[in-house]
């Protein structure tokens, strides 16, 4: 059922504003099909307002879509297309295609493109994300377990894409981050680069295996950043120079070529963060890019922990919608959607002047107190760590306007304004 319209010149409603960039990509699915009782259409549609909705009831749900005007769908129903492997094959078509049109929708967002070291590369942050065990989940040694999942963010538009769902079987009660890489395909972990183009993943400690970093180098063009841990045994083998006259290269103290007793080597980079005093090391394969843009690479690795806080407590999916495994990975296919579009309408509304002006002017102020407090100290200012880029994640004023709006159904042209006194008058 379609959503109301209205105002004179049948204005296009929020929710479609939102859904109208997915239309053209199922229609170009290979894995699209014709369903009399809930087309493809429907279907996606129906899994990104679950992703936004704050009910945590599949019933519950069920009823909102009815309240709403969407009809009724009967619950055997909906769980039933959960199962559904073809209709998951269509939804990870759909994203994949989503993802490979923000580069050109959000070309201003980029906070890497200064620096023509990154350029031939594609950058993502990579983590596992937990939801609580589902209503139907079988329990394992008299217990249910949470589902794992694994996701990637790209730092340069800040896509959101599931790369697996952990493995459990054999009475595993989790997966770790490593054994889940290797199981997914190259051409997957290359996620649709072009052939010639690098990708770079920016893991925490659980993405270290030195042996295998050397093979997806070597098999697919695939680099590792990540920490050292504590009770890593590394020989020093050479000390790599550092152009401190780069101002990228601020806080870095060495630069190291190391290895351990498998042989591989890799670069070992220690840094002094300005502001806090705080001492990291950095382990990569790379070794032509400036050691001050590999810590900054890290520390942007934090969006996608402010991405599963979007996701947790903000979007309200902290559970999984059913068991299969299946079901689950549909769920998180939604919540990249979902998550991937509120990235697109919210570049549509700062093209309208729309902008969380006041959240702005804090983050700006933050980091002019940062800036500050480190020349005071008489440290130099690594110039790539107090950039304003963009927002790490959606406000939750921008969320709860969203839900509103889709839920009563109003007219974009009517709905605009709302968000723009909220962006000026409310609190977060």
């Avoid at 220690?270 to 001050?292: D, E, H, R, S, V």
Wanted: charged fraction near 25%; charge should be positive.
């Amino acid at each position: 059922m379609k959503l109301k319209t209205t105002g004179q010149h049948q204005d296009i409603s929020v929710f479609k504003k939102l859904t109208r960039a997915l239309h053209p990509l199922i229609k170009q699915s290979a894995y699209i099909r014709k369903c009399n009782k809930l087309s493809d259409v429907d279907w996606i549609e129906t899994g990104i307002l679950r992703s936004i909705f704050q009910e945590p009831s599949g019933r519950g749900f069920l009823q909102s879509l009815l309240d709403m005007g969407r009809g009724l769908l009967k619950p055997s129903h909906f769980f039933e297309s959960l199962k559904s492997k073809r209709r998951l094959r269509l939804c990870q078509d759909v994203n994949s295609l989503l993802l490979q049109q923000l580069p050109e929708s959000l070309n201003n967002t980029d906070p890497l493109k200064d620096y023509p070291e990154l350029d031939g590369y594609d950058i993502y942050a990579g983590d596992g994300h937990y939801h609580s065990a589902s209503v139907h989940d079988i329990k394992t040694n008299g217990k249910k377990y949470p589902t794992l999942h694994f996701y990637s963010l790209d730092l340069r538009t800040h896509g959101l894409n599931h790369m697996t769902v952990a493995d459990t079987k054999d009475n595993r009660k989790t997966e770790h981050d490593m054994r889940a890489l290797k199981r997914i395909p190259l051409t997957d972990l290359r996620q649709n680069a072009p052939k010639g183009r690098k990708v770079i993943y920016v893991w925490d400690r659980a993405g270290i295996d030195f042996q295998q970093w050397y093979k997806w180098k070597k098999g697919g063009g695939i680099y590792f950043i990540s920490r050292e841990k504590k009770n890593m045994r590394l020989t020093t083998i050479a000390d790599l120079k550092v152009d401190h006259s780069s101002s990228v290269n601020n806080g870095v103290d060495s630069h190291e070529l190391v290895g351990p007793a498998s042989g591989v080597a890799m670069s070992r980079i220690k840094y002094t963060c300005p502001l806090t005093g705080a001492t990291f090391t950095f382990l990569t394969n790379l070794t032509n890019i400036p050691p001050g843009l590999i810590a900054y690479l890290y520390k942007l690795r934090w969006d996608i922990e402010k991405v599963f806080d979007q996701v947790k407590n903000k979007m309200i999916e902290k559970k999984a919608w059913a068991a299969s495994d299946t079901a689950k990975t549909m769920q998180a296919e939604f919540v990249c959607l979902a998550h991937n579009l509120m990235l697109l309408l919210e570049g549509e509304l700062k093209e309208e002047g729309i902008e969380n002006v006041v959240e702005l002017k804090r983050q700006a102020q933050r980091f002019q107190e940062e800036i500050e407090t480190i020349q005071r100290d008489g440290k130099q200012i690594p110039v790539c760590l107090f950039k304003i880029t963009r927002f790490t994640q959606r406000s939750i004023r921008f969320i709860r306007w969203l839900r509103n709006s889709i839920f009563t159904m109003a007219s974009w042209r009517a709905a605009v304004p709302s968000l723009r006194l909220a962006y000026a008058d409310f609190q977060q």
